[in-house]
């Protein structure tokens, strides 16, 4: 097993072609996951079960840097380095592997690995996916995970920029 549950993606394309049995059915999915919330729980025990296993791509710092630019009044992003954030990813019970990617989207990984699912919440549609032809090229199909807790790590950070905004104001 790599270290932590982090793999690259050539490590889980030789293990997946060794043992199909232990992977297949396999979800995919991906994201910054900058702060981990209860969304972000929810959201991946709905995608592990749409299969066997659940294999979760992590963007690296420097695709969520561009995925998510500097703003005014709010600090730069990531907030948590790529290892740490994907180590709490593969830390998750629902979660059988993370591994990190630089590319904007996670086409690369998805022709690599192949999944037999790929999920995304329902804040997204399939029409916006760039990933979806990628899943279909490979066979696979795509599933929406409905929003449970209506949060987000932007708006968390923006938040907590507001809230020390105020707190260094004077008077």
């Known amino acids: 097993m790599a270290a932590n549950g982090i793999y690259s993606l050539l490590e889980l394309q030789n293990l997946i072609r060794a043992h199909p049995e232990q992977w297949r059915p396999l979800v995919f999915t991906n994201g910054c996951f900058d702060l981990l919330h209860v969304g972000h729980v929810r959201y991946l025990q709905a995608a592990k079960a749409f299969g066997k296993t659940l294999v979760v791509g992590v ?9 998510k630019p500097p703003q005014p009044g709010r600090p730069a992003r990531p907030i948590v380095p790529e290892a740490q954030r994907a180590e709490m990813i593969a ?10 990617f630089s590319e904007p989207t996670a086409s690369n990984a998805i022709s690599a ?3 037999d699912i790929y999920v995304k919440g329902g804040d997204y549609t399939v029409d916006r996916l760039p990933e979806a032809a990628t899943v279909r090229a490979g066979g696979g199909r795509i599933e929406l995970v409905a929003i449970e807790v209506p949060t987000s790590t932007s708006a968390i950070v923006e938040r907590i920029a507001r809230a020390l905004a105020a707190a260094c104001d004077p008077p």
């Open 59 to 67: 963007n690296s710092d420097r695709s969520v840097a561009r995925l």
């Open 113 to 115: 690995l192949a999944p």
């Open 91 to 100: 830390a998750l019970g629902c979660v059988d592997a993370a591994t990190i």
